[in-house]
């Protein structure tokens, strides 16, 4: 059984008229981005669904809004990024096309539905992320002054 979150909101948009395929495109470059972020993708990607996938992360950040208040959560929006973007098959709608010599030929119209949900991260997201520096190794003692009298008898046979 799959462990549900407080603070995770969907929107869905059932029965479009595009190919699973071409909408995980746009989806795929919104997953896991922030919300600010991810509504600038899709307003600037050219791709015939990327209005409608638009208007559905607007539907999910107001749903977030929304039921955070009736909830009593403290929601902030600035915080929010696409957990889920998800597009499954709908049913398909059968078309013939006319073909040589009479025949006919069926083709199939592929129907799509779009499960967007955005959550909260669990921490204050920051763009800075601190990476330590490694930890210099010091070299053993024994080599150091072994090094030293090395370059001691070099001085030397070269004076």
Partial sequence: MAVETLREFRAEARFQRVSPQKAR????????????????????????IAP?????????IDNAKYLAG????????DNLYVKQALANDGPRM????????????????????IILSVAEREGKAS?????EEPKSVKAPKAKTEASKVVTKKQASKRA
């Fill in 52 to 60: 409608v996938i638009h208007k559905l992360l607007t539907s999910a």
């Fill in 94 to 113: 059968k078309r013939i096309r006319p073909a040589p010599m009479g025949r006919a030929f069926r083709y199939q119209r592929r129907l799509t539905h």
């Fill in 25 to 48: 495109l746009v989806l795929d470059l919104i997953k896991g981005r922030g919300v600010e972020e991810a509504l600038t993708v899709a307003n600037f990607t050219k791709k015939r």
């Fill in 127 to 131: 763009l800075v992320t601190k990476v």
């Fill in 70 to 77: 009736e909830q009593g959560l403290d929601l902030d929006v």
